[in-house]
């Protein structure tokens, strides 16, 4: 009775040591290992940094954020913006090898364009703003931001591209020029709408961070770019579109 007690604890002890080996098996080879990841940025002087006095801009910020996730070891980025682009002026960049390089590596592609096409409608109209060319331009505009999307995609299918909006920089300093508020509303909702045709696309809409009053100023000296602030508010809109994803598949 005694040995056969003893006979089947034995076999109890032999089967739960192997039962524990075979589960600590399976948890490590369940751990995924840190990711190398590369953003990628294209556009104008919002994506270029221009204003922040640390010079990494939303995309540098963006790049902090991820470094610090226990599933990333590094973060490379690439960033082809030129401060003064147009969407005629970011197609033709677009063409450049160096930046068709960069794109096909790319995990994430974060871009900012039109404003500038936009203020160009308010330089060549200032002194009789009304919307009617606002709207010609526009249509300009979602035919060219089309164009952009194609082309970047033919670079990189799969890399998440998000698209940060563009904002009113005169809503405090130039109030009188209430055309702008809607101008930029109705420019943003037609990027939208390409952007939903596009796969993997994602808009951060950043036009309320600039229209609401705040005691700590978010537009640098120039008056118009964000400063170091008023980066970190769309760095943090940026990032809530990633936040809570699965980082793409290598």
């Not at 037609?190 to 993997?200: D, F, I, M, P, T």
């Amino acid at each position: 009775m005694n040995i056969r007690f003893i006979t089947v604890m034995m076999a109890l002890v032999c089967l739960l040591s192997a039962c524990t080996e075979w589960n600590a098996g399976v948890e490590k080879t369940s751990v995924s290992p840190k990711r190398d990841i590369v953003i990628a940025a294209v556009g104008d002087s919002l994506t270029e940094g221009v204003g922040d006095q640390e010079k990494k801009g939303y995309v540098g910020m963006v790049a902090d954020e991820l470094e610090s996730r226990s599933d990333v070891k590094s973060v490379t980025v690439k960033n082809f913006a030129v401060k003064g682009s147009r969407t005629d002026q970011l197609l033709e960049r677009l063409k450049d090898k160096e930046v068709q390089e960069g794109l096909k590596d790319a995990d994430y592609i974060l871009f900012t364009i039109g404003g500038n096409d936009l203020m160009k409608v308010v330089r060549q109209n200032f002194a009789h703003l009304t919307l009617t060319p606002f709207r010609a331009e526009q249509k300009l505009f979602e035919k060219r931001f089309s164009n952009i999307l194609a082309e970047i995609r033919e670079q990189n299918a799969s890399a998440e591209l998000i698209y940060v909006s563009m904002y009113n920089p005169f809503k405090f300093t130039l109030s009188e020029l209430r055309e702008v508020d809607q101008v930029v509303d109705e420019w943003n909702e037609g990027a939208e709408k390409r952007l939903k045709k596009v796969s993997n696309t994602k808009m951060a809409d950043i036009a309320d961070i600039f229209e609401e009053y705040s005691d700590e100023k978010k537009i640098a000296e120039d008056e118009f770019h964000p400063n170091q602030y008023g980066y970190s508010l769309i760095a943090k809109r940026v990032y809530e579109q990633i936040k809570n994803e699965d980082l793409p598949a290598e």
